[in-house]
């Protein structure tokens, strides 16, 4: 009684009945049940707007701090919402008013609203005015920086950066000092945090202070006991790189980076291999030619299978961005050698990584090289036992056949294409037919129609009902390629002569591939071939079948000219809706109605 006296006497409902929704709103954020909390805390905003800027200041706020010890969902939420506040206190005047509620979620145990509250403190910093942040913002963040439990420090080390750049040089000074404190604290979780946001800090930091205090941080964290902390300096170390002049960093961030892609943890290994492409970018051609050529190499040859896949992924664009006098002679000696080994590499994933990228190398290296040393890795590609690695040599067949053309592939990349199509696994065979139209436009209607036409036909009466439709949608695509007169020559006799399968899903398929196919084809193909085996088609003995000619008949009557379809399509669909069946009745009543034969 007296939380619901309270919540009424919030909202004023006592002396105003259209008050009494937010009355209830604000009652359900104190209701025992979970769901009617995360309900009320989703509309805060209504309540708040209901209130007014003062109440929702005055008493909103200060209820919604008092009841913060709740469940996760509820101050996830909380969190998420009290960042879109700032209008609702009396716009950035006001806005330091929503720093309690978000102070209290940010010590929470639970790290999703940790992060949600951190997220919203970052979102109102910029609300601040210089003076507020100075005020009311950076003491937060020192309260937070010095707290007795890690979850109140952890948030701290996110909002350092945020208030950094705004305000006065002694403030500056004793934020620098808390994040150098966070940097060495005893609790694992902090310092982990502290390294994810050193390169975020290091951003908003004076150039003279990335040199003196966040090289030194930098140093200490990419050599901290815990491997976590390792990885995250590494990533750090990227950013770091992009802020030195480029005379500074083989002194100051280059050891630390050797040391990092040698380290004993793979994980860290793993970073600096997935991170390569930003590291290469950052400190430019002469480091990367002296130092980071010959530790790419030792990542490609990882006793770890997970360094050398996200080596294997960094191939092509680590090549790409190589200095262009010495791209060719370094791919050549240094790089290729070792994408060899991993064509063979006994791990599926590296081999998938690797022929994700590999085709890539062929625009880098040009014809000839390509013809030499590439194809005969990517034909011992195309019969590698994992059809993961075989798919993705596939999939990136363009960019070959614009350097050496798909005649010098077709040979071995045929078997290999018949193969996929016909894999066990349904999903793979999905993704060949995919590519069936790039591989045909690559591949012209000869080609196409000596080897592959068999094989788009026999997708269509596949056991799986995906393969089937995805397979009528390719049909589409094939005619859209070769023309209309390919498509009745040789893709509409086969599919009406489905028209008369014992099985009713394969007759159904014919139904589908006409509506598909009515439309790339045009009027007089559809009117003298498609459309008789349709009004034949009404008189299956399976309703399903049935139905699905109404269906038909309403696609392809666009196509159609209006004479055609009063005086042939209106009788059968008249028919149809007299149907016993009650699904036929309605797809041709339905049908009538829309192509207006009413």
């Known amino acids: ?48 707007l209901a209130l007014g800027v003062e109440r929702t200041r005055t008493e909103l706020l200060p209820f919604l701090t008092d009841t913060i010890y ?106 620098r000092q808390h994040f150098r404190t966070l940097c060495s604290d005893d609790t694992p979780m902090v310092r982990r945090a502290a390294a994810s946001k050193l390169g975020e800090f290091a951003k908003v930091l004076e150039l003279e ?70 590291l290469q970018k950052a400190v430019g051609p002469e480091i990367t030619k002296n130092d980071l050529v010959p530790a790419f190499q030792n990542l490609l040859k990882d006793c770890e299978a997970e360094v050398r896949a996200a080596a294997a992924n960094k191939v092509k664009e680590f090549c790409e961005n190589l200095p262009e006098d010495s791209r060719e002679t370094i791919i050549m000696t240094h790089i290729l050698p070792c994408v060899k080994e991993l064509v063979s590499d006994t791990n599926q994933h590296v081999k998938s990584a690797l022929a994700s990228v590999i085709m890539g190398l062929s625009t880098i290296l040009g014809k000839d090289n390509t013809i030499e040393h590439l194809l005969p890795l990517f034909l011992a590609q195309l019969k590698d036992e994992c059809p993961e690695v075989r798919l993705n040599i596939i999939s990136n067949l363009d960019c070959v056949n614009e350097v050496i053309g798909i005649r010098q592939l077709s040979q071995s990349l045929l078997p290999a294409i018949v193969e996929l199509a016909e894999d066990a696994k349904w999903r793979v065979r999905l993704a060949i037919i995919e590519y069936m139209p790039l591989l045909a436009g690559q591949l012209g209607v000869e080609f196409f129609d000596e080897k592959l036409n068999s094989l788009c036909m026999a997708w269509l009466v596949d056991h799986v009902y995906a393969i089937r439709e995805a397979a009528t949608c390719n049909l589409m695509k094939l005619v859209e390629k070769f023309g209309a007169e390919w498509a009745q020559n040789t893709i509409v006799p086969k599919v009406l002569g489905m028209a008369n399968d014992p099985n009713y899903l394969h007759r159904m398929t014919t139904l589908f ?75 041709a009543q339905e049908a009538i109605s829309v192509l207006s034969l009413a």
Request: hydrophobic share 40%; charged share 25%; with cysteine.
């Open 1 to 48: 009684r007296t939380k619901q006296s309270l919540a009424f006497k919030m909202a004023g409902a006592d002396s105003d009945d259209s008050l009494y929704p937010i009355a209830v709103l604000i009652d359900e954020l104190r209701n025992e049940d979970v769901q009617l909390r995360l309900n009320s805390i989703k509309k805060l905003s209504t309540i708040a």
């Open 70 to 175: 709740d469940e996760d969902e509820v101050l996830l939420a909380l969190a998420e919402q009290l960042g879109n506040f700032t209008m609702l206190v009396g716009g950035p005047e006001y806005v330091h008013c929503l720093l309690p509620p978000l102070e209290s979620l940010a010590t929470v145990e639970e790290t999703v609203v940790r992060d949600k509250a951190v997220e919203s403190l970052r979102k109102i910093s910029h609300e601040h005015s210089p003076v507020d942040l100075e005020v009311h913002f950076e003491p937060l963040v020192k309260r937070l920086a010095s707290g007795d439990w890690f979850t109140s420090r952890t948030s701290a080390c996110g909002l350092f950066s945020v208030c950094y750049p705004r305000v006065s040089s002694t403030v500056k000074a004793e934020i």
């Open 209 to 278: 202070y990335v040199k003196s205090d966040i090289i030194s941080l930098f140093t200490a964290l990419a050599s901290d006991e815990q491997d976590s902390v390792r990885l995250l300096a590494v990533e750090a170390g990227v950013s770091i790189a992009t802020l030195l002049p480029q005379e500074d960093l083989e002194a100051l961030v280059m050891p630390t980076l050797r040391q990092a892609a040698e380290d004993k943890s793979w994980r860290v290994r793993y970073m600096v291999a997935d991170k390569f492409s930003d």
């Open 513 to 587: 591939c006409i509506n598909a196919l009515s439309e790339v084809c045009g009027q007089e193909i559809t009117t003298k071939h498609m459309l008789p085996v349709v009004f034949k088609m009404s008189n299956d003995q399976v309703a399903n079948v049935r139905f699905n000619v109404a269906k038909s008949l309403q696609k392809i009557g666009p196509v159609l000219d209006s004479n055609c379809l009063q005086t042939e399509v209106k009788p059968v669909l008249e028919k149809l809706a007299s149907d016993q069946d009650i699904d036929v009745k309605y797809f």
